[in-house]
Every structure is written in C-alpha cells, then in structure tokens.
C-alpha cells in the first residue's frame, strides 16, 4: 500500500489533484491564492498531510474525497502510440475512460506502437519516478514472435549483459529463454530485461540473428497483466495490484 492513503496523510495537492480540481500547476496556484482550505483555515502549504476527518474546500465549497484514480492500468492494443502529439494518432489517451482522464496523464514508460501489453499511466509524478527509477532495475517480461533464426548462444549473450546497435555501453544481464515455434512459423522467445532502452527488446533480437515481428509485455515488476483486463481496457489499479508492482 501506499506511504499513505487518501484522507490519512495525503499531500493537499495530490488530494485536489485526484479529485478533479485540475493539473498540478493550476492546483498549486490555487493553494498559492488563498482559495483551499482545511477545516475552514485557509491553507498555503502544497504538502500539508491532511488527517482523517479534515474537511478540504476551494471557494468554501468542500471536495468530495473520490476513488484514487491517481494510477491506471492498461491493456494496450497494437496500433496506439503513446504520445500526446496529434500528428502520432492513434493515440493512447483516446481510449481513456471520459471519467479517467486528466489533463497531466503520463504513460509509465512506453510501449511503441506495434507492441501491446501491460501499460500503467498515471498523474503522480512520483509513482511514475518510482517505477521507472534505473536504479530500482524493475524487471519487464516480454513475449516476442521473431523471423530468422537467432545465434546458438542468444541466452548466454543476453545474461552476460549484450551490445546492441546505437549504445556505446553493453545493456544489463537480461534473460533471454527459447520456445517452440508458432502456427505461422515464428520463433517464440521470453525475454526480461530491467532497464528501458529505445526498442531495447527488438535491438538484441536483431544482433542476435532474428527480426521482431509480435512483441507483447505481460509483467512488470511483479505485476502481470490481469487475465480478465481485455485489449484496450483501462481501470483503476486495485491495491492488491500497486502491492505486486513494488512501487509504494
């Protein structure tokens, strides 16, 4: 579980954030302004940690505490980018849920356009931090349709930690397992790795011998990708879901 939860020491600013009194820098104005206060006192402070019981209001009218909406999880289709450029459409945000949305919504990471899989987007700059920090070395699990035939010692140049095309410094040991061939005849292979280099996966495929043609992630962390979350949907992250990510 979180550090904290909504109404137990929750930041004020996070609090009107989720609660949809809008992006982060309009919040933190109206804090700035004199326009929130708690328990009738107005508040300047951005990181006041509000008690259980505090009563938050903008203008004098109270705001509703809401689900936690801070985190979602997605099941990302092909075809979607994740990006806020009009000119990339398709994008992932257009299939976010009306109720969902948010003007500071960030993927955790991305997912290029022909991958699909276990996508978080979030507004809490600091989860996202967490979750992508190099130095946490968060493992991501990728199932991976590949062209070609890759070299006999692919999985001992993946652990030793590879060169792949574009980088001047080798990636991290990463584990690189074989599996039988699909019915349209491509190789099958599961790869984790535990940092976030463009295209990383497709890149050791390709020094390695093979062509990526089907890459699809299905865990990070220690979070899979729920089984009953169909491609294209989005949700709420359950508690149970932020606890197997390792995140808080």
Sequence with gaps: MPRW??????????????????????????????????NGERCHRYHHRLAPGEVVALDGVPVADTPDR??????????LACSHGAQ????????VP??????????????????????????????????????RKQPKRYRVGYSGTLVADASERAAAGMMIDGYDTPCR????????????GLGRATVV???????????????????????????????DLPSDLEPGNIRIISAGERVALGAD
Aim: proline share 5%; aromatic share 6%.
């Design 98 to 135: 009306e109720a969902l949305r948010h003007p500071n919504l960030e993927t955790v990471g991305r997912l290029d356009r022909n991958t699909s899989g276990l996508l978080l987007l979030t507004f809490d700059g600091k989860f996202l931090q967490r979750v992508v920090a190099p130095e």
């Design 5 to 38: 939860s909504p109404g137990n020491g929750e930041p004020l600013d996070r609090y009107l954030t989720r609660n949809g009194c809008g992006a982060w820098a309009w919040v933190h104005h109206l804090i700035h302004w004199g326009r929130v206060s708690v």
């Design 70 to 79: 801070c985190v979602l999880i997605c099941h990302k289709p092909v075809g």
């Design 173 to 184: 040991p990463a584990e690189l397992l074989f599996k039988t061939t699909d019915s349209n």
């Design 88 to 95: 990339d459409a398709p994008l992932i945000y257009d299939i």
């Design 193 to 223: 790795i535990s940092e976030g280099r463009h295209h990383q996966v497709k890149r050791m495929i390709a020094a390695l011998g093979g062509h990526v043609e089907r890459l699809h992630r299905d865990r990070i962390g220690g979070l």
